[in-house]
């Protein structure tokens, strides 16, 4: 029994917070994990009571973002559509499934992935986001980034581009798609938003070199 305590303490030590035995089997929980996770949920419970712009008069639901605090890549995409401010959750839509099986491809679930959007709530219509709305909700996602500290961030569509790496407002996303750029110590590679190879599926190749490109610096495949 000394011993077990002892080895526990050194788990403690190194930065492990939680010990549980599913099934028989031992598991640990770092600190960290756990505090990435709180973090996130103190934001996430702020933007959810967010008034800051006219969005919150015309939005069903607010869409923080989900998946793993500690990954190594965040998607993000422009604002939410109909289905995700119905459902609260990110690129659950047609775009969002096809997003998922290009995941698929690579035998990695969307859980494992952060996947948030540039705005919170859905713009009336679709619409692209005002300046005003932008600069409103865009702390949140500076600190989702700083928050999960990815190594990589695939922006999806030429407005998430645009916007991240404060590029011209015309900028297209064809000048600029696959290719590494920097926010910081972060990784960033513009492709196309998911929506629009749902209306032009000559760009899935593109989009797929792009998105294979980003799994391979966030060290999901080799």
Do not use: W
């Not at 998607?75 to 459902?87: N, R, S, T, V, Y």
């Not at 998430?160 to 404060?166: D, H, P, S």
């Not at 899935?204 to 391979?216: R, S």
Request: with cysteine; aromatic share 8%.
């Amino acid at each position: 029994m000394s011993d077990i305590k002892r080895f526990l303490k050194f788990l403690e030590l190194i930065g492990y917070d939680e010990v549980r035995l599913p099934k028989g089997e031992l598991l640990m929980v770092k600190k960290e994990e756990s505090s990435l996770q709180k973090e996130l949920e103190k934001l996430e419970e702020e933007v959810l009571n967010c008034c800051k712009c006219r969005l919150c008069k015309t939005r069903t639901n607010v869409v923080f973002g989900e998946g793993d605090t500690t990954t190594n890549l965040m998607f993000i995409g422009e604002a939410p559509g109909e289905q995700e401010d119905l459902q609260g959750r990110p690129f659950v839509g047609r775009a969002g499934q096809l997003l998922t099986r290009f995941l698929n491809l690579y035998g990695i679930s969307r859980d494992k992935i952060f996947i948030t959007n540039i705005v919170k709530c859905r713009p009336p219509g679709n619409r692209n986001p005002a300046q005003d709305e932008i600069k409103s909700c865009y702390p949140f996602l500076e600190k989702q980034i700083e928050i999960i500290k990815p190594k990589v961030i695939l922006c999806l569509g030429a407005f998430a581009a645009r916007t991240i790496l404060n590029l011209p407002e015309k900028t297209p996303i064809s000048r600029i798609r696959g290719k590494e750029q920097k926010l910081g110590e972060t990784v960033v590679i513009p492709t196309f938003h998911p929506a629009y190879l749902l209306r032009n599926r000559k760009g899935e190749p593109e989009f797929q070199k792009d998105l294979e490109l980003a799994l391979k610096l966030a060290g999901f495949i080799s």
